[in-house]
């Protein structure tokens, strides 16, 4: 007979309660992943599209218009959405699928931070151990969108002129250690201010990427200063 304070910690199947969640936290990775791409490839096939022909339209317009003033006007009309499909494109690149099925973490990790350094010109230190191998879809997944999320914070909110990534496996523990030369922040104060923003997210996603490691039962540590840079470290199960 099973003890009954074991019975309480397993699941129907016989398997730990903090397994099944860890599933079920995997599972739903997955399936937001998947909701993400139908999003990409629906704005792509949609208003992308609509866009450049409005786009096309306007630039013939512009061509027969012989006032000056509306000619400026019909010029800052292009302009705008001219940026507008500009901003659109680099969303579609930062999270058109990468392969997560078919690339090893090593690939992707790589042609994340290429991907980075090209589209921000900011440096990036990788180090990843030739022994990395794979890991589970779900691991994969949370680790790749963690990374994207940590670089573009460096990027966009640190003032950082290069930042290091460092990705190794520990006894079945996946660690990604994050760190960059910028400004710094004082952690407490923004995970506070993104919990009060709710739902609707905060300004350096650092609620998102708690959220994310917590689904798969890892580990979440972020230290920082004003002034003193940045260090994010995550851990989580690699099976």
């Given at each position: ?96 699928p ?18 980075h ?12 151990p ?26 966009r ?33 923004v ?49």
């Open positions: 007979m099973v003890n009954p304070i074991h019975e309480r910690t397993l699941a129907d199947n016989g398997l730990p309660m903090e397994f099944e969640t860890r599933e079920a936290g995997g599972r739903l990775l997955a399936t937001t992943e998947r909701d993400l791409q139908r999003i990409v490839l629906d704005m792509h096939d949609g208003p992308v599209q609509d866009l450049f022909a409005a786009l096309s339209q306007l630039q013939v317009l512009e061509r027969s218009v012989a006032d000056a003033t509306n000619q400026r006007r019909v010029r800052q009309a292009v302009g705008l959405l001219e940026r507008a499909l500009g901003e659109i494109r680099s969303f579609i690149g930062a999270f058109r990468p392969g997560f099925e078919r690339r090893s973490l090593g690939a992707l990790i790589e042609g994340l931070a290429v991907q350094e090209t589209l921000t010109s900011q440096a990036v230190e990788l180090t990843l030739a022994s990395l191998g794979d890991c589970a879809l779900s691991a994969k997944i949370a680790l790749y969108r963690i990374l994207q999320e940590a670089l573009a914070n460096g990027h909110h640190s003032g950082a002129s290069r930042q290091s990534v460092a990705v190794s496996v520990q006894a079945g523990t996946l660690v990604l250690i994050v760190t960059d030369d910028g400004k710094g922040f004082d952690p407490e104060m995970l506070a201010r993104e919990a009060d923003v709710g739902v609707e997210g905060g300004h350096f996603g650092l609620r998102g990427i708690q959220d994310r490691v917590a689904m798969l039962g890892g580990t979440f540590a972020v230290q920082s200063a004003p002034g003193r840079g940045t260090r994010l470290t995550i851990t989580l199960p690699a099976a």
